[in-house]
C-alpha cells in the first residue's frame, strides 16, 4: 500500500507540475498575443498622430501662402495708392507753382444774370474782345493758392477713398 501510496503521490505530482507547466505556457501565450496586440496599437496609434500632425503642417503652410498673397497684395495696393497720392501732390505743387509766378492764372465766371435789366445781355463786349461772352473774374495769387490747396485735399480724400474702395471690393470678392 505503501508502494500505491508512493505511485499515486508520484503522479498527483507529477500532474500539478504538468498542470502548472501548462498554466505557464498559457499565461505566456497570452502575454505574447496581448503583446502583439498593444504593438499594434501603438502603431495604429502612432499612423494616426503622423497622419493628424501631416494634415495640420500642409493646413499652416497653405495658411501660411494665404497670408504672403495678402501681404504682397498689399504692399502693392498700398504703392499704387502712395504712387497715386505722390502723382496729386506733384502736380498740386505745380499748379501751385505756376500760379505764384503768374505763368498760369485762376478765374471765375460771373453770374450772366446780374446784367442790370438788360435781358441776359451784355451792353458791351470785353476790352480786347471781339464778341460777346461769359464775363470772367482773375483770382488774386493768394486766393488761388488756397483754392488750389482745398482741391489739392479733396483730391487726396478721393484717392483715398478709391483705395478704400478697392480694398472693400477685393475683401468682399467670394474667392
Same mark, same amino acid.
Given at each position: 500500500?505503501?508502494?500505491?501510496? $508512493?505511485? !499515486?503521490?508520484? $503522479?498527483l505530482?507529477?500532474? #500539478?507540475?504538468?498542470?502548472?507547466?501548462? *498554466? !505557464?505556457a498559457?499565461?505566456? !501565450?497570452?502575454?505574447?498575443?496581448?503583446?502583439? &496586440? #498593444?504593438?499594434?496599437?501603438? +502603431? @495604429?496609434?502612432?499612423?494616426a498622430?503622423?497622419? $493628424?500632425?501631416?494634415?495640420?503642417?500642409?493646413?499652416?503652410?497653405?495658411? &501660411?501662402?494665404?497670408?504672403?498673397? #495678402?501681404?504682397?497684395?498689399?504692399?502693392?495696393?498700398?504703392?499704387?495708392h502712395?504712387?497715386?497720392?505722390?502723382?496729386? /501732390?506733384?502736380?498740386?505743387?505745380?499748379?501751385?507753382d505756376?500760379?505764384?509766378? @503768374?505763368?498760369?492764372?485762376?478765374? $471765375?465766371l460771373?453770374d450772366?444774370?446780374?446784367?442790370?435789366?438788360?435781358?441776359?445781355?451784355?451792353?458791351?463786349t470785353?476790352?480786347?474782345?471781339?464778341?460777346?461772352?461769359?464775363?470772367?473774374?482773375?483770382?488774386?495769387? *493768394?486766393?488761388? &493758392?488756397r483754392?488750389i490747396?482745398?482741391?489739392?485735399?479733396g483730391?487726396?480724400?478721393?484717392?483715398? #477713398?478709391?483705395?478704400?474702395?478697392?480694398?472693400?471690393?477685393?475683401? +468682399?470678392?467670394? /474667392?
Amino acid at each position: 500500500m505503501k508502494l500505491d501510496a $508512493v505511485k !499515486w503521490g508520484g $503522479v498527483l505530482l507529477i500532474i #500539478l507540475f504538468l498542470m502548472a507547466g501548462s *498554466a !505557464w505556457a498559457a499565461w505566456e !501565450w497570452q502575454a505574447n498575443a496581448y503583446g502583439q &496586440q #498593444l504593438a499594434e496599437q501603438k +502603431s @495604429a496609434h502612432q499612423t494616426a498622430l503622423t497622419d $493628424v500632425a501631416n494634415a495640420n503642417s500642409a493646413l499652416i503652410l497653405a495658411e &501660411q501662402d494665404k497670408r504672403l498673397a #495678402l501681404e504682397q497684395w498689399l504692399a502693392a495696393s498700398d504703392q499704387a495708392h502712395y504712387r497715386a497720392l505722390t502723382d496729386a /501732390k506733384t502736380n498740386q505743387a505745380r499748379l501751385r507753382d505756376r500760379i505764384a509766378t @503768374a505763368d498760369l492764372r485762376l478765374s $471765375v465766371l460771373l453770374d450772366a444774370t446780374a446784367t442790370n435789366d438788360r435781358d441776359g445781355m451784355q451792353a458791351t463786349t470785353g476790352p480786347g474782345r471781339m464778341v460777346h461772352g461769359t464775363e470772367r473774374a482773375q483770382l488774386d495769387r *493768394a486766393h488761388a &493758392q488756397r483754392v488750389i490747396g482745398i482741391t489739392g485735399d479733396g483730391d487726396q480724400g478721393l484717392i483715398a #477713398l478709391a483705395a478704400c474702395q478697392a480694398y472693400a471690393r477685393d475683401v +468682399s470678392r467670394p /474667392k
